[in-house]
């Protein structure tokens, strides 16, 4: 059994700062990569970042130069640094990674972390 757990969601006014985290558990064996997805009401979800084993980090133009994604491999956990954050990144925030377990390899999903971003 493999877990995600997000969190350092909140509330902000715009141009602050939050960084999130994505922590993995279980029986993981390597988790490939690992993405921050976000989906707010009424849009599909997308993919705002992600990194892969290799390190090589891809982010949707919107966040590029204000996200950063970043890993503790040693913790098994993934953040991702939002600075100068605007109303339009109100969302709930996901990770989701590409683990092999001892069992199987697939993707897993967190319950996600909200942020809200105030004008």
Same mark, same amino acid.
């Given at each position: $059994?493999?877990?995600? &757990? =997000?969190?350092?969601?909140?509330?902000? $006014?715009?141009?602050?700062?939050?960084?999130?985290?994505?922590? @993995?558990?279980?029986?993981? &064996?390597? /988790?490939?990569?690992?993405?921050?997805?976000?989906?707010?009401?009424?849009?599909?979800?997308?993919? &705002?970042?992600? /990194?892969?084993? @290799?390190?090589?980090?891809? +982010? #949707?133009?919107?966040?590029?130069?204000?996200?950063?994604?970043?890993? !503790?491999?040693?913790?098994?956990? &993934?953040?991702? $640094?939002?600075?100068?954050?605007?109303?339009? !990144?109100? @969302?709930? +925030?996901?990770?989701?990674?590409?683990?092999?377990? #001892?069992? =199987?390899?697939?993707?897993?999903?967190?319950?996600?972390?909200? #942020?809200? #971003?105030?004008?």
């Amino acid at each position: $059994q493999v877990q995600l &757990v =997000e969190s350092g969601g909140g509330l902000v $006014q715009a141009g602050a700062s939050l960084r999130l985290s994505c922590s @993995a558990s279980g029986r993981i &064996v390597i /988790i490939n990569s690992i993405g921050w997805h976000r989906q707010a009401p009424g849009n599909e979800r997308e993919l &705002v970042a992600s /990194i892969t084993r @290799a390190g090589n980090t891809k +982010y #949707v133009d919107s966040v590029k130069g204000r996200f950063f994604i970043s890993r !503790d491999i040693a913790k098994n956990t &993934v953040y991702l $640094q939002m600075n100068t954050l605007k109303p339009e !990144d109100t @969302a709930n +925030y996901y990770c989701g990674a590409a683990i092999q377990s #001892v069992l =199987e390899v697939r993707t897993y999903w967190g319950q996600g972390t909200q #942020v809200t #971003v105030s004008s």
